[in-house]
Every structure is written in structure tokens, then in C-alpha cells.
């Protein structure tokens, strides 16, 4: 009887012990996932972001094995709730309206935009003739093309100065 009372005990807590590894497994997965996110490109926000998200799931799975965790409690969010945040975001949402079309926005102005070109007429067509971009100038990868660049196209427009002088 002592056996068969001890083997029910070692199965149950067996059990339990398997369940809990297989929560603690999701947890790490977690944990893994945000390390993962932290590898790839992101900005200065998103860094401290994931740090924070890191530093949480490392520490719900570390006290998930060392069995601190406490578990979860599956209540029904009340739907009044719901309906009060919705009303607070659409509230929200109407004030910022309204006083944006009260103030100018950042770029707002009645002055009509004026682009002007180095040449104008005859010139222009003649330096159009004239300059030639060279291929890694099409879309610069680097600060050093795209400095390469501004400079070549700076060195043709003196020779071009001085050939249409002549």
C-alpha cells in the first residue's frame, strides 16, 4: 500500500514538474525571441525598449524556474472598460483635431516654392551637354561617394565656367 501511495505521489509531482518546464520553455522562447529582436537594426527607442522587454521576460522565466512564479489569473476584462478607453481615445482624437486646424503646421505657408538652377536658357542646355554623372554618382551608398560626387560635379562646373568663358 506504501508503494503504491508513493508511486501516485512521484507521478503526480512528475507531472507537475513537466507541466511547469513546459511553461518555463515558453517563457524562454520569449526571452529568446526579444534577444533575437535586439540583434537586428533598430534606433536608440526601440534599443531601450527591447532592453526593458528583455530584462522582464529574463526575469519571468528565471522565476518561473526556481518555481516563483506566480500564475496567472484568466479574468474577463469588463467591457465598460472598453468602452471608457474608446471614448477617452476618440475624445483625445477630437481636441488634437481641433487644435490643429486652429495653428499653422510646420510646413504651412502661402509663399509660392521657387527651385532656380545654377544656369538658366542656352547655358543650361549647354551644361546639361556638358556634365557627365559619373555611375556609382546615381544613387551614393556612402558618405565618401556622395563627398566624391559633390566634389566631381564641382570640378566640371569650373571647367565648364571656363570653357563657356572661351
Known sequence: MKRIYLLVVIFITSFQLHAAKKECAELLKKYHNVQS????GHSLKSSITLRKKEDKARQKWWDCENNKLTPKSKKKKNNKAKSHSKKKAIKLSQTLTKS?????????SNRNIVIKGKYTGDKQLQ???FYKRPKKCARPKTTQ????CMEDKAAQQNAFEQQYKN
Do not use: I, K
Open 100 to 108: 490643429s486646424n486652429n495653428s499653422p503646421g510646420v510646413f504651412s
Open 145 to 148: 561617394v556622395f563627398a566624391f
Open 127 to 129: 551644361w546639361l551637354r
Open 37 to 40: 529582436q535586439q540583434r537586428q
